[in-house]
Structures are given as C-alpha cells and as structure tokens.
C-alpha cells in the first residue's frame, strides 16, 4: 500500500522560506506523479504545484508562480517543494499527492489522485 508522509511546515515570518518533504512508501516513488494542495481554515483544497513522472512537466498555481519550486529526487523517494517570499495568505494545511496515472489536464485536480499524505501544518506571521 502506497504511503505519503509529509514533513517540513512550521512558523515562518512573511519573505521567509520553508522547504516541505513528501516520503513515498510502498511503491516505485519514480513511477508516480505528484502534487501539492493546500486548505486553508474555511477555504477548499487548492492546487498548489504538480510534477508529472513520465515528462517531468510541472505546473503551478498562479498565486505561487515564481516564488515556489516542486522537486523531487527519486533515488530518495521524497517529492519536495520549496517555498520562498512567503505571504501570510500562504498559511494552510499542505497535502501531497501522488498518482501512477495521471495525464497533462489533471495534474490540478485533487479527485484525481490515489493517495494522499497527512497534511503539514504551514503558518506565516506577518
């Protein structure tokens, strides 16, 4: 059973940068394409970045473009995403996500994705 475990959220001030982690347990972690979402208090699950397996292509939301980068190495199973110049409307739980067969025009849909990771916590103070 194919797992995710996120890591890397926290308290950071506005400008400042984290870097999220996302393990990929019980499966070929090169196989699979992954995104990040968001959900803020109030708010639904939002596309966040995504990295299809098969091209390498990645897509971001517009409200990040710029300032966040999804990686990923495979010789670690871990998917990463780096987020710089962060905003206080960038506070929200942050999800991956992971899927073996998702195709260019659903790499932002949350319904498409098989497995999902516990979320991790990111606040940014102003």
């Known amino acids: 059973q194919v797992q995710l475990v996120e890591s890397g959220g926290g308290l950071v001030q506005a400008g400042g940068s984290l870097r999220l982690s996302c393990v990929l347990s019980g499966g070929a972690f090169r196989r699979y394409s992954v995104g990040w979402f968001r959900q803020a208090p109030g708010k639904e699950r939002e596309f966040v970045a995504g990295d299809k397996y098969n091209d390498r292509s990645t897509r971001y939301a517009d409200s990040v473009k710029g300032r966040f980068t999804i990686s990923r190495d495979n010789a670690k199973n871990t998917a990463y995403l780096q987020m710089r110049s962060l905003k206080p409307e960038d506070t929200a739980v942050y999800y991956c996500?992971?899927?073996?067969?998702?195709?260019?025009?659903?790499?932002?849909?949350?319904?498409?994705?098989?497995?999902w990771g516990q979320g991790t916590q990111v606040t940014v103070s102003s």
């Open positions: 996500a992971a899927d073996s067969g998702l195709i260019s025009s659903t790499v932002g849909l949350a319904s498409a994705y098989d497995y």
